[in-house]
């Protein structure tokens, strides 16, 4: 199992990047993604540090550690070209702080994530058709999440992806270490959602495969 949607103190999580890494180890997980929350103040001085913390824990633990970022209520106007600045920056995804309904998420956040060139759309909310039809066409993963409060449109979610063709994957949105809920748990959380056995497989293969190419392109 992998997770590519997690938070260390560098944003609102509660643990530092190596302890982070050896909870999820320890869970069973084989990789996982750091996404602090980011905007146009921190995003300079936290992508660099991030990746090289993570490299040095690729170097010494079981665990892959991806190091990413979360774009976090930037306005849409300004999405595209700070993705293409987290880039620049060295971050190896990019999630985007899609438009939950438990958050004032700016409305057009999530169309701007998928046209901006996201590699993840997070807890989407009440995600529209032709949004995730433009997340099909452009690779884009549309997240199916364990997180609290954010998991209210799950099932929303994951029966407008499936409509589209959207490939989906399943992250905890990790903030503490119980939030690493386990492969077991996040298949029930999946099936609450509405996939099928099959769906959830796929789901697992597609963060697999995306773990596998990110790590190839370090």
Do not use: W
């Amino acid at each position: 199992m992998v997770d590519l949607h997690t938070h260390t103190f560098f944003s609102d999580g509660e643990l530092g990047l190596a302890e982070l890494a050896r909870r999820a180890e320890a869970a069973g997980y084989e990789a996982v993604g750091v996404t602090d929350h980011a905007d146009g103040a921190n995003l300079d001085v936290l992508v660099p540090r991030m990746v090289t913390a993570a490299r040095e824990l690729c170097g010494v633990m079981r665990i892959t550690v991806l190091a990413g970022v979360e774009l976090t209520h930037v306005p849409p106007a300004l999405l595209p070209g700070m993705i293409q600045r987290a880039r620049q920056l060295g971050a190896q995804y990019v999630v985007v702080h899609g438009e939950t309904i438990t958050e004032p998420t700016a409305e057009g956040t999530n169309a701007a994530a998928i046209v901006g060139g996201a590699d993840i759309l997070a807890h989407p909310g009440l995600l529209l058709p032709d949004d995730a039809r433009h997340a099909a066409e452009r690779g884009v993963l549309i997240e199916i999440t364990t997180r609290k409060g954010h998991a209210y449109t799950n099932g929303h979610v994951a029966a407008v992806a499936r409509a589209a063709g959207a490939r989906m994957v399943i992250n905890n949105d990790a903030h503490v270490p119980g939030d690493f809920v386990g492969a077991a748990h996040a298949r029930r959380i999946a099936r609450g959602a509405g996939l099928s056995e099959s769906e959830i497989d796929a789901c697992i293969q597609t963060g697999h495969a995306f773990v596998a190419r990110v790590a190839r392109a370090a």
